[in-house]
């Protein structure tokens, strides 16, 4: 999976991209780990916000 998304307004501009991997052990049940990269220019000082993320989603 990858995905980016961008927000502009008039104090800066935002960007994240999102890389991950999905993975069905059984049909109803998903595990998931993203590694996520945030790029924002704000107030022009660099913010550490890099995430890795893990979900687990069931019954859907």
Excluded: H
């Excluded at 996520?36 to 107030?43: K, Q, V, Y």
Aim: hydrophobic residues 45%; neutral net charge.
């Amino acid at each position: 999976m990858c995905r980016f998304d961008q927000v502009v307004l008039d104090s800066g501009r935002r960007q994240r991209i999102r890389r991950g991997l999905d993975f069905r052990p059984i049909k109803e049940t998903v595990f998931k780990l993203d590694i996520e990269f945030n790029f924002e220019d704000w107030s022009g000082a660099a913010v550490p916000n890099d995430a890795i993320l893990f979900s687990v989603a069931t019954y859907f």
